[in-house]
């Protein structure tokens, strides 16, 4: 519908600005971006020193693996694999087996996909731990923010009929078919991004900033019980493994609903705070 023609109720869309982010939550949320980026290319980094993840207090030589991503020579001829719970996947130039200057070179993840581009476990290690403490504490100001300012009750927190099975369904089903809110609707987070903002901060990147710290002797020496919660450094291992994945879906998922919801106002909020709405007005 043009902006100058009515509605069959005789009324005209309108176009309004509404401010949508605080100037705390658009810092927050692009320091997240450069964290989270650095932390996934170090981690990758970090995993190709041994790309095999177990379970428990395993971890040594002829223990099974829950996951691998390796090569393996068949007649000559070296292929990539990745193998889950004795399911054993082809990924020849992309996973376990890629193109290095122009050879191909075995390796878990190819070097466009880590920091450094070359094997240096050390400076990934230093990339990671740098950016996961950057992290973390931009975590905790956001989380500090969100509290203190209501904003983590007031946009945040589902309300009760918001959770009914009634009205998840009918937003599940909205988003199935790309129908985003317009109107009043749209100056609120809706149910189902509530609950997956939730799930983030209150799921995913706890367990991944604990299982990282399982991860470390250090830590272990000072808080040994944080190894039994998670049966052992491996299996901490492991679910750092799984969360960070995680977390990469839910990247590319918001990115994808960013991008179909309306591109450039989506980011005009998130660096100006300025979110575009249309309101019906009466027609004159």
Known sequence: MSENAPNDHGQYPRTIFIRRHSVATRLTHWLNVLCLSFLLLSGLQIFNAHPELYWGHYGSDGDPAVLTIGSSDEGGNPRGFVRIAGLKIPTTGVLGMSNVDGEQTSRAFPSWAT???????AAGRRWH????WLFVINGIVYLGFSVLSGHFRR??????HELSP???GREVL???????????????????????YLAVIVILLPLMVLTGLTMSPGVDAAFP??????GGRQSARTIHFITASALVVFVIVHV??????????NIRSMIAG????QEKGPQS
Request: avoid cysteine; aromatic fraction near 14%.
């Open 115 to 121: 920091i450094p581009s070359f094997q240096d476990l």
């Open 129 to 132: 731990f740098f950016f996961a």
């Open 155 to 160: 946009d945040l927190a589902p309300k009760a």
């Open 166 to 168: 009634s009205h998840l």
């Open 174 to 196: 909205n988003h199935a078919r790309l129908r985003f809110p317009e109107g009043e609707e749209a100056k609120h987070y809706n149910a189902l991004q509530k609950l997956t």
């Open 225 to 230: 019980t944080l190894v039994d919660i998670f």
């Open 256 to 265: 994808v609903m960013v991008v179909l919801s309306g591109t450039w106002n």
């Open 274 to 277: 300025r979110y575009a709405i």
